[in-house]
């Protein structure tokens, strides 16, 4: 019995070891809160069965009574979970499993009840929520396409009205175009009355002037001039040269610092060769290389700048120069073709044109009495026509090259040309004879121009080189300004002849202190600067170039 039970024993062990084999391999896994040993199974229906077959029943009725025996005094006691070495009933055992496995189920039920009740709370939020977007996503879709529709009506609406907005603007360049005019005519008529009184005047002075021509027999202009008619009689000009002449009516001056971009039109698709402002309305006329010219009104604090007034078309080249008439009612261009025009604004047309020049014209100047008109030109000449008898009265040859710029002083009849042999004169329009030669530049001339006080010359030339000029020393220079490398194309004197403008193939607009030669810069074009002038307070400066856009350069405090 005593074998009998050791081998039990030890078919229960390996039994044991077998099953604790199988659960590491993962055929069965344990529970997370209990850890239950593995009981082989029916080990007592074994050895019950064993012992039946062997015949041995007085050891199977032994054994049922000590088994039993042993299972009522376990219920009496404490109840053991590990393994001692007793066999406990397997249903007793597993119904204690899986009681303490149902209670682990209901407990993990009862928290999955919990989160079911919550996901569903949410499930329902998260469907309130999704109606509310999706009414509020049609609600605006359907305003969205309301507004389609009603930007739809408002763009045919102003479709609409684009034929009449375009008659209205027509009618209202026209309206300005004629009020312009009529500003520039007012002008003209205005003065009417001091033209007649000045041609009075002249004609009296003529027929004196013949009469001490008659007693002398022979004036020194008839010895070199042919009369004609029709010829005007010079205006008798006593302008004296005073430093000081200018700078009472401009007692401000502007610091070369001061000047900023203020505004910028494109007034041209060509470059712009030369620009002019009117003697006494903020127009400027503009001379392109499209052929035309165009007059720019230029409205205070750039409001509605660029508004063009007038144009005009007529020259078969390229156009190198334009000057308003004393009275601002007429222009006069020069172009490539090498004529000279005169344009009448009321009459919106060329009234006069000026045959002569068998090159190109570079420029022209009025004289102040308004009567007479000097050209130059790249055949070497500079003329003065008579715009009454509309012939040329005298030709001036001096220079050795073209002559590429000429320039009255105002109030006198005195003429400044220069010219590409490096060189500058003075005339004597009267008489036709030079009065002084400029010599200094190293390199062919592009401009010059007086001072308005009439005691200083400004020449720039090819190499960008600045020269001032006293008119009663022309043997020397008595400052120079460089800027180069790149050529000076014009200069202008502001209205108090304290400051000068520059305009450069590089693209700058150079101030010069004309009084301390100091220099400052202003960048704003794309191309190089062809011209540039002053307003007629010296608040501003104009320019332009081949960009084909005109700049206007105000002082700081005229910004504020």
């Known amino acids: 019995m005593k074998e009998g039970a050791d081998e039990e024993n ?17 055929t069965r896994a344990p529970s997370k809160l209990h ?24 050891t199977l009725n032994l054994f049922e009574a000590e088994w039993y025996g042993l299972a009522q005094k376990l219920r009496t006691e404490a109840p053991r979970t590990a393994w001692t070495g007793v066999f406990m009933p397997d249903a007793l055992t597993h119904g204690q499993l899986l009681r303490s496995e149902l209670e682990t189920v209901r407990v993990e039920t009862d928290l999955l009840q919990r989160d ?64 312009t005019l009529i500003s520039l005519e ?32 022979k004036s020194p202009a008839n010895s070199t001039v042919t009369r004609h008619p029709e010829d005007t009689q010079f205006p008798v000009c006593s302008r004296l040269l005073d430093p000081q002449r200018a ?20 007034a041209h698709k060509l470059p712009i060769s030369c620009i002019d402002l009117h003697p006494r309305k903020l127009i400027l006329a503009t001379a392109s290389d499209d052929r035309s010219w165009r007059l720019w009104e230029l409205l205070p604090n750039g409001e509605k700048v660029g508004q063009m007034v007038l144009t005009g078309e007529g020259h078969s080249d390229w156009l190198s120069g334009c000057s308003f ?84 002083l105002p109030s006198s009849d005195l003429l400044l040309t220069c010219s590409a042999d490096k060189t500058l004169a003075t005339w004597d329009a009267r008489l036709g004879v030079c009065t002084a030669d400029f010599h200094g530049h190293q390199h062919p001339c592009n401009h010059a121009a007086f001072s308005p006080a009439g005691d200083v010359v400004a020449s720039c030339d090819t190499r960008g080189v600045v020269n001032l000029w006293d008119i009663r ?7 120079t300004v460089d800027g180069g490398p790149m050529a000076a194309n014009q200069v202008a004197f502001s209205p108090s002849g304290k400051t000068l403008a520059v305009a450069s193939t ?40 081949s960009d084909g856009v005109i700049i206007v350069w105000a002082g700081r405090e005229n910004l504020k």
């Not at 033209?195 to 007693?215: Q, T």
């Open 116 to 179: 079911v009740l919550v996901a569903v709370e949410s499930l329902v939020r998260t469907q309130r929520e999704r109606d509310f977007h999706r009414l509020q996503y049609r609600r605006v879709a359907e305003e969205k396409n309301r507004l389609i529709e009603d930007f739809k009506q408002l763009k045919e609406h102003l479709e609409s009205y684009e034929p009449a907005r375009r008659q209205l603007e027509d009618k209202y360049q026209a309206a300005l175009s004629r009020k």
């Open 325 to 408: 008439h004393p009275d601002g009612a007429k222009l006069a261009t020069t172009s490539g073709d090498s004529m000279v025009r005169l344009w009448d604004f009321s009459r919106g047309c060329c009234v006069l044109s000026l045959p002569g020049h068998c090159q190109p014209t570079w420029g022209c100047s009025f004289h102040s009495c308004g009567h007479f008109l000097a050209s130059c030109s790249a055949d070497r000449t500079a003329k003065l026509w008579d715009l009454n008898s509309q012939r040329c009265r005298l030709k001036l040859r001096r220079h050795a090259a073209s002559v590429n710029s000429v320039c009255f």
């Open 186 to 217: 007012k002008d003209r008529v205005q003065n009417t009355t001091d033209a007649r009184l000045n041609e009075e005047k002249a004609l009296i002075k003529r027929e004196s002037s013949i009469k001490r021509s008659d007693s002398a027999g």
């Open 10 to 26: 030890q078919e229960v062990s390996s039994e044991e070891e077998a099953a604790l084999s199988a659960a590491s391999r993962g």
């Open 247 to 266: 700078q009472g009516a401009f007692e401000k001056r502007k610091s070369p610092n001061s000047f900023s971009l203020s505004y910028s039109f494109r």
């Open 473 to 479: 020393k022309p043997a020397l220079a008595t400052a």
């Open 35 to 58: 850890t239950v040993p593995k009981i082989p199974e029916a080990v007592d229906d074994f050895l019950r069965n064993f012992l039946r077959r062997a015949g041995l029943s007085r």
């Open 506 to 545: 590089d693209g700058l607009v150079r101030v010069v202190e004309v009084d301390t030669g100091v220099a400052s810069s202003l960048s704003g074009h794309g191309d190089g600067v062809q011209s540039v002038t002053f307003d007629h307070e010296g608040e501003t400066v104009m320019s332009a170039g």
